[in-house]
């Protein structure tokens, strides 16, 4: 079960440049024990990230696995305001809103629903990759994909996604066609981590199971988060679709 937990702040000064405050708070509203058990895990069960939506600030805290949502999202439902301790800050919650999330739709929808080729992806907060000891601040599609399957597998019960030849196939077949990005630095504790907002466009060239798959890690990833930091606040993203490529159309 996938959840999404979505608070209306109260608050003229709150950016998502705090978010690694947001998730200090998390860790206080929660058990111990189970504080220290996400410490010992290799990836978070849930993401979080602080936005903009129709000009009200909204936090969004999303959980992977039903012990998660009990033990994270519920306990955090019933603040009625955050007390951001290192800004002095008092945040007054104005509403709060649960969604739940089959995690076997994701699977009917694969085999069920037909995919479009072309697949908008947007990027929310401030994303960016590790390879060989390096960030990467830009959208590789290997990484991209990489990130979702690896997460998915060890998160989810319903399959096993990591299998180097489809990661493979996945970044051969896929294209970006259009993109609109911008670098924006993402401040943690002692250092700040440059990463990239906005969206992209990309092309399946493949065959639709191909597509359907790409289509099932960018839904899961709406949850997930892709990239590095996601329990801090970066990676969150949105998945849009078109139905056809943009740049072909007729002219008069």
Request: net charge neutral; charged share 30%; aromatic share 10%.
């Amino acid at each position: 079960m996938y959840a999404d937990l979505r608070m209306e702040l109260d608050s003229k000064t709150l950016s998502f440049q705090q978010s690694s405050n947001l998730q200090g708070i998390i860790m206080e509203n929660i058990q111990t024990s189970y504080a220290e058990k996400l410490h010992e895990n290799s990836l978070n069960p849930y993401s979080q990230y602080l936005v903009k939506e129709k000009e009200k600030l909204i936090w969004h805290i999303k959980t992977l696995t039903e012990e998660a949502y009990e033990n994270i999202i519920l306990p955090m439902a019933k603040l009625k305001e955050l007390n951001i301790k290192k800004k002095q800050l008092l945040v007054p919650v104005k509403s709060t809103h649960i969604d739940l999330y089959d995690e076997g739709k994701l699977i009917k929808e694969f085999y069920d629903e037909k995919c479009e080729r072309y697949l908008n992806l947007n990027f929310l907060t401030p994303t960016a990759f590790k390879r060989d000891g390096k960030y990467v601040i830009y959208p590789d599609l290997q990484l991209i994909y990489g990130s979702l399957m690896r997460k998915y597998s060890e998160l989810s019960a319903e399959m096993d996604m990591i299998d180097a030849d489809t990661l493979n196939e996945l970044t051969e077949k896929s294209e970006i066609i259009s993109y609109r990005l911008q670098t924006i630095p993402f401040p943690l504790e002692k250092v700040r981590i440059t990463g990239f907002v906005g969206n992209i466009c990309i092309h399946i060239r493949g065959t639709e199971t191909l597509a359907k798959y790409a289509r099932m890690l960018l839904c899961f990833g709406e949850f997930s988060g892709i990239g590095i930091k996601t329990g801090i606040g970066m990676g969150a993203i949105k998945y849009g679709r078109r139905e056809k490529d943009e740049r072909s159309e007729s002219k008069a």
